[in-house]
């Protein structure tokens, strides 16, 4: 085969073109568009979002609050029944106070304080109040919480003469209905009457 120069000079153009035309290709191509089938791209708007400057403010004061919004008024509330002012009676004597009082005057100032519970021998505070009583068809165990438990508490307005007197844990005598009592005191007294004891506070009267 036989190359004229012609010929050798038109390829050796061409064998200098066509590296170049390529590597241009390559360099001016835009980047990123070069895509393989698998591929999706995808490119979204940008989004603008626009805030009120109002918004993050404070819309209602406290005054405006309370003017807006009063709280409900409470219900009204029922007044209570006023309480009654009167005394319940107290439980009426089964026998006669002032005779009681009467029959326990005769022992004073001769029978003496001691354990006893009759007069042939002597009077604990208990033992008088058993041994009147018991006079009258009312019987009384001694010891004067057991005595005083028999009975019904009263107020000291509602005291009469015959009622008891009592101390519990301590003492008890016999109401006169005038202020003083009729009792067996202590040792190395007799049977006596006399006011109630101050030094010993307000005693509880009982109705037998």
């Known amino acids: 085969m036989t190359v004229t120069r012609k010929t050798a000079a038109g390829c050796a ?3 200098l073109i066509v590296p170049l ?3 241009a290709a390559f360099a001016f191509s835009p980047a990123g568009t070069s895509t393989s089938p698998r591929t999706v791209s995808l490119v979204a708007a940008p989004q603008t979002y626009t805030v009120a400057a109002g918004a993050q403010e404070p819309t209602s004061t406290r005054a405006v609050f309370d003017v807006l919004y ?3 008024a409470p219900a009204p509330v029922a007044d209570p ?3 009654s002012s009167s005394t319940p009676a107290a439980v009426p004597q089964a026998y006669s106070g002032e005779a009681v009082v009467a029959y326990a005057e005769t022992f004073v100032g001769v029978v003496p304080y001691g354990w006893g519970a009759d007069p042939s021998d002597s009077f604990g505070c208990d033992g008088l109040v058993q041994y009147v009583f018991g006079h009258f068809g009312i019987s009384l165990p001694r010891g004067a919480d057991n005595q005083a438990a028999l009975g019904t508490v009263i107020s000291a307005d509602q005291a009469r003469a015959g009622d008891l007197v ?3 844990g301590r003492h008890i ?3 006169d209905g005038a202020g003083g ?3 067996s005191p202590d ?3 007799y049977v006596e009457h006399h006011a109630p004891w101050a030094s010993s506070g307000p005693p509880i009267f009982i109705r037998l």
């Open 181 to 183: 009592i009729i009792d």
């Open 187 to 189: 040792w190395g007294r």
């Open 21 to 23: 035309a390529a590597t």
């Open 13 to 15: 153009i061409a064998a």
């Open 166 to 168: 009592w101390w519990p």
């Open 173 to 175: 005598g016999i109401w």
């Open 70 to 72: 009063t709280p409900p």
């Open 81 to 83: 029944a006023p309480a």
